[in-house]
């Protein structure tokens, strides 16, 4: 999720507006920042790794002479944070510059291709085939103008993109195009911008012009042309005035962002489900290896780990040992050696616990492996081999769109080893894959159609003292996951046991109107015993909410309150659209109690120290 931006003025140079711009958008990545400008028919580039005051410092990123430029803010995900890996990226002449948001899905064939052809990359990006995709179209039809040459380019592409492109070969326009990375234009007075979001150009212009799927545009100072890439037809679009503030636009209108993070994880699970082949391959095949591997994490990360767990036993068949990292080393520290694997989760990558269980496998000689959401962090430099979830920044102290597109990776990896282990039938492979692919519709279909209704679920129990979750199996995770979003988000206390557990001590809790969370998937053996557990909580005088697919009207006549996911998830996958109405649940109870949900008390986003 990096940031892109590009303005071409009347007058005046683009670089320090491009920079303005750009330090708006970092909270969508901030690992590496660049420019480029046309000058006198010359590209000139600035760019390195580093938040955009430190690379400003160093290379000063406003005395770029130039009316019309393009600049990007990154987030790491093909390719570590450094220097040649950030963008704008060249062809090999250097005169087509481009910067990208998004994933090249099939980059890599594209990249062997162009190689064959001489093209010489210098960066580690996926994004880097685009120049040298739109050099070869020009060099094979030299009759071509850049624009047609991006469009050819683009009809090669797959995967997700908003990209900017300029060249010296024509300086005095910029082109961009949008599939499925936002892309929005903002039209001033003497000047016309786009960008990956309008807080980009706020304080220039409120006039914008939102970009769609399928859509190329070309921007001269005084115009804005839009195009069907498909067949090339015009598109007329009124500019919108925009009412919001700065900080409004921050959030995208949102309140806060655990909300608009909560609805962005439609999006994100497309990109996480875009998980690099290679890297899914090569951890799959350490985990195929392994004697013992250890799921080690904190907080939610665990519980994505917990439910990982799980999943790979059920399809890959591989005993895991999830773990607390803050207790790892007490638990495991002596046993744990040369035949260890261990799969650190960690969004951050910087977590003291995790980072400290790793360490000390890594001086017992044990495999390091990583899952994270930031490229570059320690955790990255001290795995083996590790994967990007690809979830963008996340500001919301709040886990929310990381579980999900943890659980993402997780499952996808859990799928590749089990196809190479052979363990499940092609026609259950395909169903799951399906079923997986699938799940951004569910999840924003659970949004779409649930929100308003956990909305009055957490008006009516608001005043709550104590909550209950519970799940079984899998969704054991989800009702700690549920636990602990409540807890430190709307101070809420609450208790998660797999269902099973509680009648071996909690259930002595249980008063009139004591409310009880369910997560009951239909797929798996869970279901019918799941009855039997809220029977028990009804019976004592317990609130019961479950959550359950549509069209469970077992289940929805022993609830007082219910909240339906879409019918069909099969139970291995069902923590990913099961946790949706806990999140909004946890952030609801929050503004409820007038909290504000993104910095909860006494929580750092990052816990750096043990
Ligand atoms: O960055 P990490 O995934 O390693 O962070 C782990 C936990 O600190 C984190 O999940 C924490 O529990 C959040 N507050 C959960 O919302």
Known sequence: MCGIFGCITMNGNASPIIHASLKRLEYRGYDSVGIATINNGEVAIKKDQG???????????????????????????????????????????????????????????????????????????????????????????????VTEAVVETIKRLSGSYA??????????????????????IGIGEDATYCASDLTAFLPMTNKAVMINDGELVTLTPNN???????????VTRAPTTISWTPE????????HFMIKEIHEQPGILRNTLRAQEHYLDLLSTFLDRATEVFFVACGTSYHACLAASYMFSKLAFLPTYPVYASEFVEQHGKSVNIDSTILAVSQSGE????????????????????????VGSTLTRVSRVYIGQ???????????????????????????LSTKRGKVSQDEMDYLADRLEALPETVQEIILKQEENVKKLAHKYKDAKIFFFLGRGINTATAYEGRLKLMEIAYVPAIAFPAG??????????????????????????HKTLVGNIQEMKARGASIISIIEEGDEEIKSMSDDYIEVPKGIPEVLSPIPFVIPLQLLAYYMAVEKGLNPDTPRNLAKSVTVK
């Open 351 to 374: 977590t003291a616990d995790t980072l400290g269980a790793v360490t000390c496998s890594q001086q017992r000689a044990a495999t390091i492996l990583g899952l994270t959401n930031t």
């Open 51 to 145: 938040k955009i005051d430190e690379v400003h410092e160093l290379i000063n990123l406003d005395d770029m002479q130039g009316n019309v430029g393009i600049g990007h803010t990154r987030w790491a995900t093909h390719g570590a944070p450094l220097k040649e890996n950030a963008h704008p990226h060249v062809d090999c002449t250097g005169q087509i510059v481009v910067v990208h948001n998004g994933i090249i899905e099939n980059y890599t064939e594209l990249k062997t291709e162009l190689e064959n052809q001489n093209h010489k990359f210098v960066s580690k990006t996926d994004t880097e085939v685009i120049p040298h995709l739109i050099e070869e179209t020009l060099k094979k039809n030299p009759t071509s103008n």
């Open 163 to 184: 990209l900017a492109v300029i060249s010296s070969k024509e300086p005095n326009k910029i082109i961009c195009a949008r599939s499925e990375s936002p892309l929005v």
């Open 248 to 255: 409004m636009a921050v959030k995208q209108g949102y309140p």
């Open 501 to 526: 557990e509680s009648k071996h001590g909690p259930i002595s809790l249980i008063e009139p109107g004591f409310p009880v969370v369910f997560i009951c998937p239909r797929d798996g053996q869970t």
């Open 224 to 234: 804005v042309e839009i195009r069907r890439i498909q067949d090339g037809a015009e």
């Open 390 to 416: 690809q979830s963008g920044p996340e500001i919301g102290v709040a886990a929310t769109k990381t579980f999900t597109s943890q659980l993402s990776v997780l499952a996808q990896l859990a799928l590749k």
